[in-house]
């Protein structure tokens, strides 16, 4: 019986799909500093030589596992069923629960990408178009941009300080308060 062998195209997929996994639990945990490219590797069980291949740097590694996040959250802002802000802004937020987003897209991001990648970044582009097409007449661009930049600062906050059981309550009546206005 012969095994077929895989391709190398196969194999190279298979290894950044690992790499990818490995950073993103890694990155998640540790957080960008107290993570090196030696225990990525090891967690692959291949060398760094792989990572320095695909990805060039630590930096184009976390770079990569970034807008691997990003796609996800952005599937789901777009696919998401809701006609209502409100719901696809509180999705979003609870992300923040999620230790990997909260360490990888809140607190090293903006540091070692650009604070101007979340504010201005794919998903904040997402959900700027989502929300355009919930509403009849185009939101002032003010008043969009507030909005936005209120629910980055309260994503921080929950992601350096964790979530009360009021909080999501208290972000939903700021984007009811909001949504009056671009009405």
């Not at 967690?43 to 184009?60: E, M, N, Q």
């Not at 802004?89 to 650009?114: A, H, S, Y």
């Not at 582009?125 to 909005?147: E, G, V, W, Y």
Request: aromatic share 6%; with cysteine; hydrophobic share 35%.
């Amino acid at each position: 019986m012969s095994r077929k062998r895989r391709t190398q195209a196969e194999r190279r997929e298979t290894t950044q799909a690992s790499l990818l996994k490995a950073a993103r639990e890694l990155f998640g945990e540790q957080g960008y500093a107290d993570t090196s490219l030696e225990d990525i590797a090891e967690a692959c069980d291949v060398t760094v030589r792989p990572i320095y291949h695909y990805y060039k740097s630590k930096l184009g590694l976390f770079t990569a596992v970034t807008e691997q996040i990003e796609a996800e959250i952005i599937e789901s802002i777009e696919h998401r069923e809701t006609a209502k802000v409100q719901d696809i802004w509180t999705g979003f937020m609870k992300n923040c629960e999620d230790p990997q987003f909260r360490q990888i897209i809140l607190i090293d991001g903006p540091v070692l990408l650009g604070r101007r990648r979340m504010t201005q970044g794919p998903i904040t582009q997402a959900a700027t178009r989502r929300m355009s097409r919930l509403f009849k007449n185009p939101p002032d661009r003010l008043i969009l941009s507030m909005l936005l930049g209120s629910l980055s600062q309260a994503a921080i906050h929950i992601a350096e300080n964790g979530a009360r059981p009021t909080d999501y309550a208290r972000i939903r009546e700021l984007i009811d308060s909001y949504v009056k206005l671009m009405r």
